[in-house]
């Protein structure tokens, strides 16, 4: 017999953590990190067919203190591997990155010394965007799947708890040294 009975389903009623995560996934601003030629179509994903700013997110920042998510978009070298993980460790919390194409995923064609092979060695991935190079619809769908996991973030302890058992649930799938393959 509370208040949530005598009002229409959906009607005002909500959590501080939809209203905090509507808010975030509202304002997300990518720091660019364009490296190859998949920064031609993550360029392209801004333009007016595509639009980023119809996610709150025509605001690409060359600074990564203002920005909260990365876009990877290339192949990554080993000396640009350093580079990459400072501007991540300068980026505010809460964080995403977006590995965009073969390259940032994995390494793509470039099985060698040079490139790094898979950029989630360097930061921690929240979505893997294959393709050679993806189309810009397949980042703007990268980036829904994204928000949609903005919205649902945890605050607070529940947000530590959350990612903590995310980490121990990669690290069970990771094959370790030792064990028979």
């Known amino acids: 017999m509370g208040l949530e009975e005598k009002l229409p389903s959906g009607f005002l009623l ?15 601003w990518p720091a660019t990190f364009g490296l190859a030629c998949c920064a031609i179509e993550m360029m392209a994903a801004g ?5 980023f700013s119809r996610w709150g997110m025509e605001r690409a ?8 998510l990365m876009i990877v978009a290339g192949r990554v ?8 993980r400072q501007i991540y460790d300068q980026m505010t ?3 995403w990155v977006i590995a965009m194409g073969v390259c940032a995923s994995s390494g793509g064609m470039f099985n060698n010394y040079a490139v ?16 050679c190079p993806p189309r810009p619809e397949m980042l703007l769908d990268a980036i829904l799947k994204l928000h949609d996991k903005i919205q649902n973030t945890k605050l607070g302890p529940q947000r530590k708890k959350q990612i903590a058992e995310l980490e121990e649930a990669k690290r069970r799938q990771l094959p370790l040294l030792g064990q028979g393959a």
């Open 47 to 51: 333009d007016p067919r595509h639009d």
């Open 14 to 28: 909500t959590t501080v953590e939809q209203v905090a995560g509507w808010a975030r996934k509202s304002s997300v």
């Open 61 to 68: 920042s060359a600074t990564p203190r203002q920005a909260d």
């Open 116 to 131: 790094v092979q898979g950029v989630d060695h360097i930061v921690p991935v929240d979505i893997y965007l294959p393709g």
């Open 93 to 95: 919390e809460p964080k």
């Open 77 to 84: 070298s080993q000396k640009m591997a350093p580079v990459l």
